[in-house]
């Protein structure tokens, strides 16, 4: 009774399992015509559909083709008897899927087999051009290949459906529970896993029903159908341990009884009564087939870009720039925006300015905003990205406040007609603040300027948060890092075009430009507005600081562009001070940060020494562009600074340098 009742409720789950919930009937978004030539093998028939037979590492593999395809090439991958119950493929099959299998058998699930499945799968993503997603279909002993699979690499795997399916190879064939195993069967078992007796068997630890943590976190949906009466694999050693531990896990499943029909080899084949339900459900678990977000919600517009599209119109010209850190720097979704802005504007002449220097974030950018952009002539739009690297540098909301609003008042300052866009890219903390109900604070603080300016905006850490919530696709199978892959690049590409698109439209375009629109009060009085690097000459040379003239490290850490090959000024002996003098209410320095970067100590017109540790956690194996605010805040007027090197080391260091490439001054 307790079995039935424990069946039942995930049989009602299924149907109530909000993003997974079923009765959703939808087409594919695009259908394409067949295009069979380029698999390999012996062509024949499978129930009316066109199926290929050919050898993978000297493994027969079979692809049945559907008459025609859906969008991405969608799969099922039929791990075991392929030929049992096929009702689910013949449907999906006239959906546009195509159903494989390769023979494994011998291996049930073990390392050499899954090891096998990665290359098979590789080979038929990367040559054969199907999905980077699969379906799985794991029957009986089908179970343990799937799932062993699946937890080692989940990020590749949409759904899993099984019937009746081994989830410890302990009750079946090892027959240690309440069925009666296969001794047969178990001999292959402990030939596939290398055990050495029963015991080291028993003892193993990774069953299907085992370390299903990876795979409740990448929320891979999961349906088993069941037989009540199977005593062959009983469910209560099988199904019900794993969906019970899987759904503790966080991870959605489901367990549906088949108690219907015919029950036969005691109970453990049962006739699949719904496989249009099953077909739903690997359907509606397949990007293709499911409805996806609409950028546009993560836009807001404002004032748009109506001055730029008018200079590019009426003017045929028009210089466009690129703001950021290494996601700016990176080509991708750079060189896609560029396309887009020259398909739109087909006779103009444009320049295109790429200033991304990886690892830099708002502050450096408001230092650096006139020597990398402004100084190269009138700017008529200017991209702005720099919410990663202002987390990941530690930047305060303070900074980031003064330094966003510094881009740009210095922007409009060199042309009040300037058209500027801030975007917010993804990283996995941002994705993960958004999931618990959290707008990431470095997103709040650029909002408050790109609000108070009137600046369009694009949200993509919330629009790829929202995007892999609505499963189009997965962090580390598809995005893979914060830097893009090619599919996240494309991302990226797709959401900053469709706003260009949309502010664009002639009838969003106002037909004069607001040149006469002043610009606002200040958000904070001390923001970095008259922001500007100072490079580090022979003028600062004193005693124990020397100039080099075109520095580049001996260490073989790596370097970052405007960093190496530059007039660098260094100190490696502590105690010899530094003077300088300075007029404003900010100081910092711009330093090469490496392996042997050191401590500081500097003092502010003869007050109390203070201590800076450059060394940071990337320097170990990089000389990492590092912008230290020494002090802010001032009264706006004359000052000194006096520098050291202190005699202490960063635990983690080498040495004890400073090595100043810029100072910067607002």
Not at 369 to 377: E, M, P, Q
């Amino acid at each position: 009774m307790m079995k039935l009742l424990f069946s039942v409720l995930f049989a009602v789950s299924f149907w109530i399992s909000g993003p997974y919930a079923l009765g959703i009937s939808d087409s594919p978004t695009k259908i394409h015509g067949n295009e069979t030539d380029h698999f390999p093998g012996t062509k024949s028939y499978w129930k009316g559909f066109v199926r290929y037979d050919f050898e993978f590492e000297g493994r027969a593999c079979r692809i049945i083709c559907p008459s025609v395809k859906a969008e991405g090439n969608p799969w099922i991958w039929n791990a075991r008897f392929p030929d049992w119950h096929t009702e689910t493929d013949s449907i999906l099959l006239s959906e546009g899927f195509y159903v494989t299998n390769i023979n494994t058998d011998e291996f049930n699930g073990s390392h050499e087999g899954v090891s096998i499945w990665d290359r098979y799968f590789k080979f038929v993503t990367d040559s054969l051009k199907l999905e980077n997603k699969v379906a799985l279909e794991g029957i009986s002993r089908g179970g343990l290949y799937v799932y062993n699979f699946a937890k080692k690499y989940p990020y590749r795997v949409s759904c899993i459906y099984c019937e009746a399916p081994v989830c410890d190879f302990k009750s079946w064939p090892g027959g240690f529970g309440k069925g009666p195993g296969s001794q047969q069967d178990w001999q292959l078992i402990l030939k596939a896993y290398g055990f050495k007796n029963d015991q080291e068997a028993k003892s193993f630890k990774d069953n299907p029903v085992d370390n299903l943590e990876m795979l409740a976190a990448e929320k891979v949906p999961v349906l088993h159908m069941i037989g009540l009466n199977d005593t062959v694999v009983p469910p209560d050693e099988n199904s019900f341990i794993l969906i019970d531990r899987y759904i503790r896990l966080g991870g959605p499943a489901t367990v549906i009884p088949c108690t219907r029909g015919r029950q036969e080899l005691k109970g453990h084949h049962f006739d699949i009564e719904t496989p249009d339900l099953v077909a739903r459900f690997i359907r509606e678990n397949t990007r293709a087939f499911r409805s996806k977000l609409k950028s546009e919600k993560y836009h807001l517009y404002r004032q748009g870009l109506s001055n730029s599209a008018l200079r590019f119109e009426k003017e045929k010209s028009g210089r466009v720039a690129f703001l950021g850190g290494s996601i700016t720097y990176n080509s991708g979704w750079r060189d896609s925006v560029c396309q887009t802005i020259q398909k739109r504007f087909p006779e103009t002449a444009f320049e295109f300015i790429n200033a991304g220097i990886p690892s830099l974030g708002s502050l450096p950018d408001a230092f650096r905003i006139n020597n990398d952009v402004l100084s190269k002539g009138r700017i008529d739009l200017l991209f702005v990205e720099a919410a990663v690297n202002d987390r990941t540098n530690g930047y305060s909301s303070q900074s980031q406040i003064r330094s966003m609003e510094g881009i740009v008042r210095q922007s409009k300052t060199s042309n009040p007609q300037i058209d500027i866009v801030f975007m917010y890219f993804a990283d996995p903390d941002k994705i993960n603040d958004y999931n618990t109900g959290i707008i990431p604070e470095e997103i709040q603080n650029h909002e408050k300027v790109a609000f108070h300016y009137n600046i369009p905006s694009i949200n993509l850490a919330r629009e790829v948060a929202a995007r892999i919530n609505n499963r189009e696709f997965t962090w580390r199978g598809d995005f893979i890092d914060l830097h893009p892959s090619r599919f996240g690049q494309q991302i990226y590409n797709n959401s900053i075009s469709d706003l260009l698109v949309k502010c664009w439209k002639p009838e969003n375009i106002k037909m004069n430009y607001s040149q006469d629109q002043l610009i606002p009060p200040k958000l904070d009085p001390l923001c970095y507005d008259k922001g500007k690097l100072i490079s580090a000459g022979k003028e600062y040379c004193t005693e124990g600081w020397i100039l080099d003239s075109n520095w580049s490290p001996e260490d073989g850490a790596s370097t970052r562009e405007d960093f190496v090959h530059v007039p660098m000024l260094i100190c490696t002996e502590p105690g010899k001070i530094l003077k300088t003098a300075f007029k404003g209410t900010a100081i910092g320095i711009a330093v090469a940060s490496g392996p042997d970067a050191g401590i500081i100590e500097y003092s502010i017109d003869g007050k109390e020494w203070k201590k800076a540790d450059l060394f940071t956690q990337w320097s170990a194996f990089l000389h990492l562009p590092w912008f230290v605010t020494l002090s802010d805040g001032l009264k706006n007027g004359n000052h000194t600074l006096r520098l050291r090197l202190d005699n202490d080391m960063n635990k983690s260091g080498k040495g004890t340098s400073c090595r100043i490439r810029y100072f910067f001054v607002n």
